[in-house]
């Protein structure tokens, strides 16, 4: 290949994915700012069915922006983040045996949205070294298709790319799956080796700042947890 053949190889690849990445980019934009909609709207809506004045119970909607927006239910809070960069499954990814995938790669090009649950009282008290739980991740192609990964028990995954396209009512199954799944997930107590020892600093340090390490699973690791 001389040199002019491979300048416009390049450039004509620049053209293509840069036009194809920028459609799955719009469209998970798109896709998060229902989200917000829903979201908001849910919220609005579950406070009236609550009736009752108690703060505690009473969800809570807050937009942080481009990328996240948390809702607080009971003691849980979960952050819906949008990621900023698209990709393409992996090789071993269950797509690349699907037909709507096989017959044209640019669809297994996504973004992601990320679903994250994390216990309230770690924000509140700004307990910086509690763990969060990563609940499910949404997969959006230029399509508007998508897929949901996340934890068996939900009940909400859905592997099949050519089958799912992204709507409100499909988006608001799978933001009430994750609060269930999310709310019915119950903390933990660590092991007692793990916290029976303590230093002087580390007591001074949690008087101040309430900071012992929690999580609904201590020193989880997603991808060692039954999924």
Known sequence: MNILNTKAAILSTIKEK??????????????????????????????????????????????????????KVASDILIFSLHSNVFQFNRDHNV???????????????GIINIYNFLADSFKYSRFDDL????ARIFINREKH???????????????LSACKANRESLRKIVE??????VNF??????????????????????QNSRIPTGKRLGFQFKSDDV
């Open 177 to 182: 799956t994750a609060i269930n799944y999310s």
């Open 96 to 110: 690349w045996e699907q037909a709507y995938v096989k017959d044209n790669p640019d669809n297994a090009y996504s």
């Open 18 to 71: 840069s036009g194809l990445k920028q459609t799955v980019y719009q469209n998970t934009i798109d896709i998060f700012n229902d989200l917000r909609v829903i979201l908001k709207d849910l919220v609005e809506e579950y406070n009236k069915e609550l009736q009752t004045t108690d703060p505690n119970m009473m969800l809570t909607y807050e937009d942080k922006g481009e990328f996240e927006i948390i809702i």
């Open 132 to 135: 969060g739980y990563l609940v």
């Open 186 to 207: 119950d903390l933990l107590t660590p092991p007692y080796d793990n916290v029976k020892i303590m230093s002087v600093a580390q007591m001074f340090e949690k008087i």
């Open 146 to 160: 998508y897929i949901v990964e996340g934890k068996r028990q939900m009940g909400l995954l859905q592997t099949d």
